[in-house]
C-alpha cells in the first residue's frame, strides 16, 4: 500500500443506500494508502450528489475501496469481461469509469465502440 500507485475508488453507502463515491482512475497520491484516504474524505465531505456526512451518521455507514489494476486497451469485443473488469470510457480529454456493475454494463457492451 505504500509503495505503489493505483487509482482507487471510496464508496460509502448508509443502511445500504450510496451516501457517496468518489475514486480515481490513476493514482494521483504519493501512494495506495494516501489515494484511499484522500478519497475516504472526499466520498464523506466532496460528493456533489450529497450532502457531507455528518458525525452522527457514521455509525449507519460502511465503506468499501475497491484499488483498481493497471488499465489495458480492448480491441477484441469477445475479451471484454464485464463480470471481472470494470470498464474506463473516454472522449476527448473527459474519461469515466463504469464498476462492475452488471446490468448496466451489459446494457452498454452492445453499444461500446472500440477502437
Same mark, same amino acid.
Given at each position: 500500500?505504500?509503495?505503489?500507485?493505483?487509482?482507487?475508488?471510496?464508496?460509502?453507502?448508509?443502511?445500504?443506500?450510496?451516501?457517496?463515491?468518489?475514486? *480515481?482512475? !490513476?493514482?494521483?497520491?504519493? !501512494?495506495?494508502? =494516501? =489515494?484511499?484516504?484522500?478519497?475516504?474524505?472526499?466520498?464523506?465531505?466532496?460528493?456533489?450528489?450529497?450532502?457531507? &456526512?455528518?458525525?452522527?451518521?457514521?455509525?449507519?455507514?460502511? /465503506?468499501?475501496?475497491?484499488?483498481?489494476? =493497471?488499465? /489495458? &486497451?480492448? *480491441?477484441?469485443?469477445?475479451?471484454?469481461?464485464?463480470?471481472?473488469?470494470? &470498464?474506463?470510457?473516454?472522449?476527448?480529454?473527459?474519461?469515466?469509469?463504469?464498476?462492475?456493475?452488471?446490468?448496466?454494463?451489459?446494457?452498454?457492451?452492445?453499444?461500446? &465502440?472500440?477502437?
Amino acid at each position: 500500500m505504500y509503495d505503489r500507485r493505483a487509482g482507487v475508488f471510496v464508496s460509502l453507502k448508509k443502511r445500504g443506500e450510496l451516501r457517496g463515491c468518489v475514486g *480515481t482512475i !490513476c493514482g494521483v497520491a504519493s !501512494c495506495v494508502g =494516501e =489515494e484511499i484516504i484522500g478519497n475516504a474524505v472526499s466520498a464523506g465531505v466532496g460528493d456533489p450528489r450529497f450532502f457531507p &456526512v455528518e458525525l452522527g451518521e457514521l455509525s449507519d455507514i460502511s /465503506f468499501s475501496v475497491d484499488v483498481l489494476g =493497471e488499465a /489495458f &486497451v480492448v *480491441t477484441d469485443r469477445g475479451v471484454l469481461d464485464v463480470v471481472r473488469f470494470g &470498464v474506463i470510457v473516454s472522449s476527448g480529454d473527459r474519461r469515466g469509469f463504469f464498476f462492475r456493475i452488471l446490468g448496466v454494463l451489459i446494457h452498454l457492451r452492445s453499444r461500446l &465502440v472500440l477502437l
